[in-house]
T-cell receptor, first 114, second 112 residues
Framework: KAGVTQTPRYLIKTRGQQVTLSCSPI?????VSWYQQTPGQGLQFLFE???????NKGNFPGRFSGRQFSNSRSEMNVSTLELGDSALYLC?????????????FGSGTRLTVV | GENVEQHPSTLSVQEGDSAVIKCTYS??????FPWYKQELGKRPQLIID?????GEKKDQRIAVTLNKTAKHFSLHITETQPEDSAVYFC???????????FGTGTRLKVLA
């Protein structure tokens, strides 16, 4: 059974640019969540999607957005990149609610903003 | 706001000794508490979880205890081995929020 797949694994972008990260959940998992991991702030919740609907959003600026497609694949977009957006972005999937089943995380996309 | 405090931030133990990591959560409505292990350069992996209607859960060398009154939960690893060396994260989740509040992590080093 394939795990959670995130692409790309690494990205280097310049301040002001935008970026799109992709996540394919485990087959059959309908809940997809995104977290930002940094040494200083740890794991911070970005958003959660289920059946193409955003059910919750974390305390991030509007530059951070996401969506989920009918096949449960998800993308997140960060516009007008800032140096502070450099982080490991982790996607996680769960069969339905992450409260009922633990997440399975992907390996992450490491974003570096220069 | 919602918060999970985790202690200690670093922990070194001799191989074969026990390790204990403690977390405190702020939202009394939290009802699901998973623990994740993250090895260097790898993804976080779920190692054990506990629900609010259970006081203790064990899986081989790993156990988790929950004290709802005090809003504390702890991870216990017995007979530690070098491969237990990693960063461990606790988290708390409340029904209907669809998100985890993570602790800041504990770097465990098991010395051979």
């Amino acid at each position: 059974k394939a795990g959670v797949t995130q692409t790309p694994r690494y990205l280097i972008k310049t301040r002001g640019q935008q970026v799109t990260l992709s996540c394919s959940p485990i087959s059959g998992h309908r809940s997809v969540s995104w977290y930002q991991q940094t040494p200083g702030q740890g794991l911070q919740f970005l958003f959660e999607y289920f059946s193409e609907t955003q059910r919750n959003k974390g305390n991030f600026p509007g530059r951070f957005s996401g969506r989920q497609f009918s096949n449960s694949r998800s993308e997140m977009n960060v516009s007008t990149l800032e140096l502070g957006d450099s982080a490991l972005y982790l996607c996680a999937s769960s069969p339905d609610s992450p409260n009922n089943y633990g997440y399975t995380f992907g390996s992450g996309t490491r974003l570096t903003v220069v | 706001g919602e918060n999970v405090e985790q202690h200690p931030s670093t922990l070194s133990v001799q191989e074969g000794d026990s390790a204990v990591i403690k977390c405190t959560y702020s939202d009394s409505a939290s009802n699901y508490f998973p623990w994740y292990k993250q090895e260097l350069g790898k993804r976080p992996q779920l190692i054990i979880d506990i629900r609010s209607n259970v006081g203790e859960k064990k899986d081989q060398r790993i156990a988790v205890t929950l004290n709802k009154t005090a809003k504390h939960f702890s991870l216990h690893i017995t007979e530690t081995q070098p491969e237990d060396s990693a960063v461990y994260f606790c988290a708390a989740c409340t029904s209907g929020t669809y998100k985890y509040i993570f602790g800041t992590g504990t770097r465990l080093k098991v010395l051979a």
